[in-house]
């Protein structure tokens, strides 16, 4: 299928219940053109620098997610055009963006991260560290939380991605009501169906779109 074949697949079985977030790391920008020919608006890079060059040379009513893992030292690159900030895994990284945002008189949206997987190679907060971290939300006013975000384990067992995803839908519901959050950022290529299923409001989609990623890019 082309890009505008797999994007219109997927918004029929997505529907209106989620964003649809176009993960576009190592893809070059003639392929992102292509999503964004098909009516694609929304798109989520991992890397900062990647990002920000993107930004300077596609259209300027797209909306860009930072989804990976977050160096504080290089925020400043995307702080002026960030729409979403989806990994917040650490009190260091709502400082930086709070001090990057407060430069620039904005407020950065983000969702925090948190552990759900069965891997030590994921990031965020463990479901403790998140009941502390909420309660020091206000020493951020450049910085608005919008919800939370997760990655569950990297498996063919269905029952344990539900779990996972379950979990990260109740610690949403836990913290979400009183706070006004609105996005539950989890569910990408392989399982972004079992995501929708338990309350995904943001899906983040590449392989599906783009094919397989290219790391040597």
Same mark, same amino acid.
């Given at each position: 299928?082309?890009? #505008?074949?797999?994007?219109?697949?997927?918004?029929?079985?997505?529907?209106?219940?989620? @964003?649809?977030?176009?993960?576009?790391?190592?893809?070059?920008?003639?392929?992102?053109?292509?999503?964004?020919? #098909?009516?694609?608006?929304? *798109?989520?890079?991992?890397?900062?620098?990647?990002?920000?060059?993107?930004?300077?040379?596609?259209?300027?009513?797209?909306?860009?997610?930072?989804?990976?893992?977050?160096?504080?030292?290089?925020?400043?690159?995307?702080?002026?055009?960030?729409?979403?900030?989806?990994?917040?895994?650490?009190?260091?990284?709502?400082?930086?963006?709070?001090?990057? #945002?407060?430069?620039?008189?904005?407020?950065?949206?983000? @969702?925090?991260?948190?552990?759900?997987?069965?891997?030590?190679?994921?990031?965020?907060?463990?479901?403790? +560290?998140?009941?502390?971290?909420?309660? @020091?939300? $206000?020493?951020?006013?450049?910085?608005?939380?919008?919800?939370?975000?997760?990655?569950?384990?990297?498996?063919?067992?269905?029952?344990?991605?539900?779990?996972?995803?379950?979990?990260?839908?109740?610690?949403?519901?836990?913290?979400?009501?009183?706070?006004?959050? +609105?996005?539950?950022?989890?569910?990408?290529?392989?399982?972004?169906?079992?995501?929708?299923?338990?309350?995904?409001?943001?899906?983040?989609?590449? /392989? /599906?779109? *783009? $094919?397989?990623?290219?790391? /040597?890019?």
């Amino acid at each position: 299928m082309t890009i #505008a074949e797999s994007l219109e697949d997927l918004r029929t079985k997505i529907g209106p219940k989620a @964003t649809l977030i176009a993960v576009s790391k190592t893809k070059p920008v003639e392929l992102l053109m292509e999503a964004y020919d #098909a009516d694609q608006r929304h *798109f989520g890079e991992n890397k900062i620098q990647e990002m920000a060059q993107k930004y300077e040379v596609m259209p300027k009513d797209i909306h860009w997610h930072m989804i990976g893992h977050i160096q504080t030292n290089k925020i400043k690159y995307m702080a002026s055009f960030v729409h979403l900030v989806h990994g917040v895994d650490r009190s260091k990284v709502l400082a930086a963006l709070n001090k990057e #945002a407060a430069k620039l008189g904005r407020i950065i949206d983000c @969702t925090l991260q948190v552990h759900i997987a069965q891997e030590d190679t994921k990031f965020g907060f463990d479901l403790d +560290e998140l009941a502390e971290v909420v309660q @020091t939300l $206000g020493q951020y006013p450049n910085v608005r939380v919008r919800g939370l975000m997760g990655m569950a384990t990297f498996t063919d067992d269905h029952t344990q991605i539900r779990e996972e995803f379950t979990a990260l839908h109740n610690a949403f519901e836990t913290y979400g009501p009183d706070r006004g959050w +609105e996005v539950l950022s989890m569910g990408m290529s392989g399982d972004y169906e079992i995501a929708l299923a338990c309350g995904a409001t943001h899906l983040r989609i590449g /392989s /599906s779109i *783009f $094919g397989a990623r290219n790391y /040597s890019a």
